[in-house]
T-cell receptor, first 112, second 114 residues
């Protein structure tokens, strides 16, 4: 029962570097999401994918891109990292429609 | 667009005492409502959810929540808190539209005194 798996768990980047956060789920869920969590702000939606082959912007998409590689995998890319992107990133999945989310354990990213 | 407020940033209770965490939402229709718990260094875990029907919802770990439409509230309760309940709690609201985007509140941090 892996659920939602995120890699890496920790990452330090220099300003301007790029990286891809990986997410995979094994629950056959249709929908996948990327959130960022910052102190006192709860979770904010970056991008989501309602189903394989579709992606849409969330609340804070600037500076990020996503790829829904297949039904299982949904990656988040930072093309040119900025200190403002220092955060904890969570991937989640759901069956879609009604239903709660299943979250991964997060990636703690620091941009210096 | 929907929004969520959690008036209490931090709450401290004694072990064995009762707990109520407040959540207020703004949405033009009946929303989907959720409570999640996050232990340090972990992802969020779904405690309970409300979609329709009985306004008192039972969840995991002995938690319950009550939907009150007139007050736009969905408060989380537990009759007797255990030390292991110390965590961050997030209320969330989902829109009943064609897609289930969910908005999270800022969270309430719970400390439990032995």
């Amino acid at each position: 029962n892996a659920g939602v798996t995120q890699t890496p768990k920790f990452q330090v980047l220099k300003t301007g570097q790029s990286m891809t956060l990986q997410c995979a789920q094994d629950m056959n869920h249709n929908s996948m999401y990327w959130y960022r969590q910052d102190p006192g702000m709860g979770l904010r939606l970056i991008y989501y994918s309602a189903s394989e082959g579709t992606t849409d912007k969330g609340e804070v998409p600037n500076g990020y891109n996503v790829s829904r590689l297949n039904k299982r995998e949904f990656s988040l890319r930072l093309e040119s990292a900025a200190p403002s992107q220092t955060s904890v990133y969570f991937c989640a999945s759901s069956e879609g429609g009604i239903g709660g989310y299943t979250f991964g354990s997060g990636t703690r990213l620091t941009v210096v | 667009a929907q929004s969520v407020t959690q008036p209490d940033i931090h709450i401290t209770v004694s072990e064995g005492a009762s707990l109520e965490l407040r959540c207020n939402y703004s949405y033009g229709a009946t929303p989907y409502l959720f409570w999640y718990v996050q232990s340090p260094g972990q992802g969020l875990q779904l405690l309970l959810k409300y979609f329709s029907g009985d306004t008192l919802v039972q969840g995991i770990k002995g938690f319950e929540a009550e939907f009150k439409r007139s007050q736009s509230s969905f408060n989380l309760r537990k009759p007797s808190v255990h030390w292991s309940d110390a965590a961050e709690y997030f209320c969330a609201v989902g829109a009943r539209t064609s897609y289930d985007k969910v908005i999270f509140g800022p969270g309430t941090s719970l400390s439990v005194i032995p």
